[in-house]
């Protein structure tokens, strides 16, 4: 979003806080205005606060290859309080002054052409765009087209919601009239009439699927070549042996391939999901994140379906299918919906802060995942000596051990570690001190045991004492907030 933003504007001003100074969110801003080669204002705000550093923020700054004017650079550099409207007259002369030396002019004539900022349904006015106008000055009855819809401009609204007659390029405007709900950051164009809107769109969308279907014919091509590939190499492997066993041996390795396939599908989870938002740019920004979760992880993300408004009947009756989950950003539920969720028992999510969606996620992808398993060590000890007993016909493995941490307990589970390897897992047949059984051997004892597969032993053996215990497994996840 503050990428495009930056290729929007003009002239980009950079808001930081004069105590707090410059975050993660501030250098991410400067890379884009600098991607994009637009000229940057800062713009210190929060100066009226008793702790507020505007020269600190301006020396932070020069660690980023922006240098104030204060210190020889050519970017204003001013400071405000937006809470008590400090020195905003300063800020508005400093971007006109800057426009001016730019020589930024705009053409009012012709035909419009502008930008989508964002873009949402309202249940009153239908699919509605928040716009920039770049040329052209929009007017009532115009004809429009962005991505793969267009519009008969019904009402142009202004940033307080008043109807405007026209808009000129600058203005910040509320387009209504569209019949689909564009993308935020399409582009605007105007058109003669209706009937080149049609074919505007109509060609749009035949490319689109063109485009799709060339993507889909190489990834089948891929596939197939792998697939080759792979019976190929089955085949050479196979040429020296007499035919009717290489049939068979052949089919045998083609039924094991499809099988080991289903296997590797059906070993993980997968948590199917309807992302519902207020405007496009918030469902963009949420599908933004959900790329950055590893698919490599035991649980797979499934996005079945993703829209903006508030969730409907139709978004429950998916959910239902799919047994997925719905999260709603910045919507409502009205309250037959949630009677209809909860009888169908469809889990309907809705969060304003997107952090705390992401969060939400995360646990929920967590409770997929099966319960794991933690030792924890009760005791170690180490094997001094070895030697045999004869039980009945039988010679057993012994060996004499001294518990240097913790206990041994005969009724817990053991590890036999070899050169730092676990060579050896179970329970034991024996625990016994100076010729007694007992249960349980504390530090500094020494005792004599046997394990109950009469495993051998070697001097310098340890023997690991440990529980097992089941616990909730975490998805790890960095949306790198």
């Known amino acids: ?41 800062v713009a210190i705000n929060k100066c009226d606060k008793p702790e507020a550093d505007p020269e600190k923020v301006k020396k932070q700054l020069l660690a980023h290859d922006i240098v104030c004017e204060d210190y020889g650079g050519d970017v204003q550099a001013v400071p405000i309080s937006a809470l008590k409207s400090h020195n905003l007259m300063n800020l508005k002369e400093a971007i006109i002054t800057l426009a001016e030396v730019m020589e930024l002019k705009a053409d009012s004539t012709g035909l419009v052409e502008g930008i989508v900022i964002e873009s949402r349904t309202d249940k009153g006015k239908g699919p509605v765009t ?172 499934d996005v079945i379906h993703c829209g903006i408004g508030d969730i409907s009947e139709n978004d429950i009756n998916i959910a239902e299918s799919f047994k997925g989950i719905i999260y709603g950003f910045n919507v409502k539920a009205y309250k037959p919906i949630q009677q209809m969720a909860a009888k169908k028992k469809v889990k309907v999510k809705m969060h304003n802060i997107i952090y705390r969606l992401v969060e939400d996620l995360q646990e929920e992808l967590s409770n997929t995942l099966p319960l794991g398993i933690e030792e924890d060590v009760i005791g170690e000890a180490a094997i001094l000596a070895t030697f045999e007993v004869d039980v009945g016909k039988q010679k057993v493995p012994v060996a004499g051990c001294r518990v240097q941490k913790g206990q041994l307990n005969k009724k817990m589970n053991f590890k036999l570690i070899r050169n730092g390897e676990c060579i050896w897992t179970g329970s034991l047949s024996s625990l016994k001190h100076l010729k007694e059984d007992i249960a349980i051997v504390k530090t500094g004892m020494d005792c004599g045991l046997s394990l109950n597969n009469n495993m051998k032993f070697e001097v310098g053996d340890e023997i690991i004492c440990f529980n097992t215990r089941e616990v909730k497994q975490t998805i790890s996840w960095n949306p790198g907030f």
């Open 1 to 41: 979003m503050r990428a495009r933003g930056t290729h929007i504007t003009d002239i980009v001003v950079l808001v930081i806080a004069a105590d707090d100074g410059v975050m993660a969110q501030t250098l991410e801003s400067i890379q884009h205005a600098k991607n994009a080669n637009v000229p940057i204002i």
């Open 130 to 301: 928040t716009a920039i106008i770049q040329r052209g000055s929009l007017r009532k009855g115009c004809i429009l087209v962005a991505g793969e819809t267009w519009a008969k401009v019904r009402l142009i609204l202004d940033e307080n919601g008043k109807i405007m007659e026209n808009a000129s390029p600058g203005l910040p405007t509320e387009i209504v009239g569209w019949k689909e709900v564009p993308a935020a950051g399409d582009e605007i164009l105007e058109v003669e009439s209706e009937k080149r809107a049609h074919e505007v769109v109509e060609w749009r969308i035949y490319v689109k699927e063109q485009e799709k279907v060339k993507k889909d014919q190489e990834i089948i091509e891929e596939k197939q070549k792998a697939h080759q590939e792979d019976y190929r190499m089955k085949r050479e492997g196979l040429m020296n042996i007499n035919w009717r066993k290489r049939v068979y041996l052949l089919k045998k390795s083609q039924k094991e391939t499809r099988q080991s396939e289903k296997v590797t599908q059906s070993d993980k989870n997968t948590l199917p999901l309807i992302i519902k938002g207020d405007v496009d740019g918030s469902v963009e920004t949420i599908l933004n994140i959900l790329k950055t979760y590893d698919a490599d992880e035991e649980c797979i993300l």
